[in-house]
């Protein structure tokens, strides 16, 4: 059989990870109950908007031995459904949940070699680099967020003697509709941009769809629209809107406000647009590509300068330019938790701010305090975690019978804010005495001083869930429901969609004029960050530095050593991980030597104190498949502190 390049490619990867046509007998990696429910869990959204279309897909091919099944990107299977006797035979070769049909695992197969290929594409019957696997016919699509990453698979998989030339249109479409659906909710709040190349193209499975922040950044785009307007992903984040479609922000706005018949638009590299607004405030574009030429791509709109987006930023959003609208730069997590904090404004609720080391939860206590209604009140802060109990006691309450008394943050922040900094590391009796003063709502007077009401804001943060410190017996659970009435996890920044408008303002910040090259921001955004938005500052901030008189951009040669090294490493992942545990083609298979699990990388960090890099040497993997590791084993915390060693 003549293989094609694209399958040529793919028996060459699955080579490489030591597979043999004939191996892998019963020993493939599958994930444990509970790994699996995480996957699950970390992958709610995806599973929930997917699983209509996995019912829509299974009527569609009921009673044709067949079993539709939804992948993560790492081919972890999160959901199946399937004829039964089929499925029981599916389920011989692992196509259940739980199952990874990742390639360096299974070789050439429908979902591993999408993903791997990122395309949609059928596997059939012996063209499965694993012979087992030659009674299946599979068609595959990747799935891709609004951000432009590719976040899972769809999959459609049959016994060879049913193959259908329109399983792969179907597969293809179905995985649309998931995108679709998973655009509407990201981005339900914001400006969205419709195009097509047919106006009754619009709202169908072709059209491009495209989310502004609100302050005019490209935040969102389907495979379509980056199609049509001939962007890449990279592009995602670092392009404004009135560059493509030479319409101001306010234009865009302004139309949005009022339902119009669709009106006719040039862009300024020719394209003829037609903008539509309805009444829910979304913006519908249609958009006819004239006599541009194929290599003619859009060029990147240079970043405006900082002075130009603070006065845009003023300008677009009255009202709204304060320290909490630095943390709106288009991500609809932080958007959403934007919008809760405003609602609070000002109210006697306990506020909990929750989240891994460095994704910004002092930031977002500072920007709650200058915010609100105490803005002009003092803002205090207590690290709970780098004092002992004699020093918090004093700092906390302060030293009343001293000369002169000293008189506490309790009392220094009156009027104000005081943010509890890792509010568990409290020792338990200060715990006991601060929960005290707030049910007195009542300060202990100073000598020669009335008693005051305490009329103190309380924002506590946290690593750690708040309500696990209390299961573990760290945190009173009186404290706790005293403490929390409001809580608010921070996306980690690797979930996050706004990573080119984070780079742009934590630049701003340190006073640089450069911006990140468009080309870096793809490799920027598939990197975990396991230091967050932290970890970016710090790098942005070295290379700026790097950057020479005459030159504006960042790009990769910019970065620090360590996370270039780290990027590199990323980029040939996962091949690198097999050619450090197999030691490249020729080893022994799969089956007889795996990555080490979760539990020996626990151990082996543990070993090194922590230290990442050093593991990641010890056990012949990337630190960033530590990392990882240790995230599914759920230890992804305590790794944290330790990650930027
Ligand atoms: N909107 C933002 N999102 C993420 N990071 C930010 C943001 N704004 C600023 N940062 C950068 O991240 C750094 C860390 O933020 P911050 O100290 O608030 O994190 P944290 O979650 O409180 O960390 P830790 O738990 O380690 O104390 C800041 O100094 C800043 O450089």
Request: hydrophobic share 40%; proline share 7%; charged share 25%.
């Amino acid at each position: 059989m003549p293989l094609t390049p694209l399958l040529q490619r793919s028996w060459q990867r699955s080579q490489e990870a030591g597979l043999t046509p004939a191996g892998l007998g019963s020993a493939g990696p599958h994930a444990s109950a509970v790994q699996l429910a995480r996957a699950r869990d970390r992958h709610h959204e995806l599973i929930a908007h997917a699983r209509p279309v996995l019912e829509f897909l299974f009527e569609q091919t009921r009673g044709t031995d067949s079993v539709v099944l939804l992948a993560d990107a790492q081919g972890m299977l999160l959901d199946a459904i399937g004829d039964t006797g089929f499925s029981q035979r599916a389920a011989r070769v692992a196509l259940r949940p739980g199952a990874i049909w990742h390639e360096q695992w299974r070789g050439t197969n429908a979902i591993g070699t999408c993903l791997a290929e990122e395309q949609a594409l059928v596997i059939h019957g012996d063209e499965h680099y694993l012979d087992r696997n030659g009674f299946l016919t599979c068609a595959a699509s990747p799935i891709v967020d609004p951000a432009g990453r590719i976040i899972g698979a769809l999959d459609i998989s049959s016994d060879h003697r049913q193959a259908h030339r329109h399983t792969l249109g179907l597969v293809r479409s179905a995985a649309r509709m998931i995108e679709q659906r998973l655009f509407e909710t990201r981005h339900a709040q914001g400006l969205r941009l419709r195009f097509h190349s047919r106006p009754e193209g619009i709202a169908s499975l072709t059209e491009g769809l495209m989310a502004l922040s609100d302050d005019g950044w490209v935040i969102g785009a389907n495979a379509a629209a980056l199609s049509m307007l001939k962007l890449e992903r990279g592009h995602i984040g670092a392009l404004r809107a009135d560059s493509l479609f030479g319409l101001d922000l306010r234009s865009i706005e302004a139309m949005a406000r009022t339902p119009a018949e669709p009106r006719a638009l040039r862009c300024p590299d020719g394209t003829m647009l037609w903008l539509r607004v309805d009444r829910s405030h979304s913006i519908e574009v249609m958009a006819r590509r004239t006599d541009r030429q194929p290599d003619d791509a859009l060029p990147p709109s240079p970043s405006p300068s900082s002075s130009d987006r603070s006065a845009q930023t003023t300008q677009d959003r009255p009202g709204q330019d304060d320290a909490l609208s630095g943390f709106a730069l288009g991500d609809p997590t932080l958007r959403q938790i934007v919008g809760r904090l405003r609602r609070l404004s000002g109210a006697p609720v306990g506020l909990v701010l929750q989240g891994e080391s460095g994704s910004g939860k002092s930031a977002l206590a500072q920007a709650v305090h200058r915010s609100g209604p105490r803005r002009d009140g003092p803002l205090r802060t207590l690290h709970c975690a780098s004092l002992d109990a004699d020093l918090l006691d004093d700092t906390l309450f302060g030293r009343p019978l001293e000369r002169p008394p000293a008189p506490g943050l309790l009392r220094s922040a009156r009027g104000g804010t005081l943010v509890l900094d890792e509010v568990a590391d409290l020792p338990l009796p200060l715990q006991a005495r601060l929960l005290r003063a707030l049910q007195d709502d009542m300060l202990a007077p100073l000598p020669g001083e009335p008693a005051q009401p305490l009329d103190v804001a309380l924002i506590c943060t946290s690593r750690r869930r708040l309500i696990d410190e209390v299961a573990c017996g760290r945190l009173r659970e009186d404290l706790y429901y005293r403490l929390n009435g409001l809580t608010l996890m921070l996306p980690p920044l690797r979930e996050r969609s706004d990573l080119a408008a984070l780079c742009r303002q934590l630049l701003d910040a340190a006073g640089s004029a450069a911006a990140v090259h468009p080309d870096l921001l793809e490799p920027l955004a598939h990197y975990p960050w396991p230091g967050n938005g932290r970890q970016l500052a710090n790098a942005l901030r070295a290379a700026s530095v790097q950057l020479e008189p005459h030159e504006r951009m960042i790009r990769l040669e910019h970065l620090p050593d360590d996370l270039r090294e780290e990027l590199a490493t990323l980029a040939q992942q996962p091949m690198q991980d097999l050619k450090g545990i197999k030691g490249g083609l020729g080893g022994p298979g799969r089956a007889e030597r795996a990555l080490p699990d979760a539990a020996e990388v626990a151990r082996t960090v543990a070993a090194c104190k922590g230290n990442l890099s050093e593991a990641a040497r010890r056990l012949g993997i990337s630190r960033n498949t530590v990392y990882r590791r240790l995230r599914e084993a759920g230890e992804g915390t305590a790794a944290d502190d330790s990650a930027s060693r």
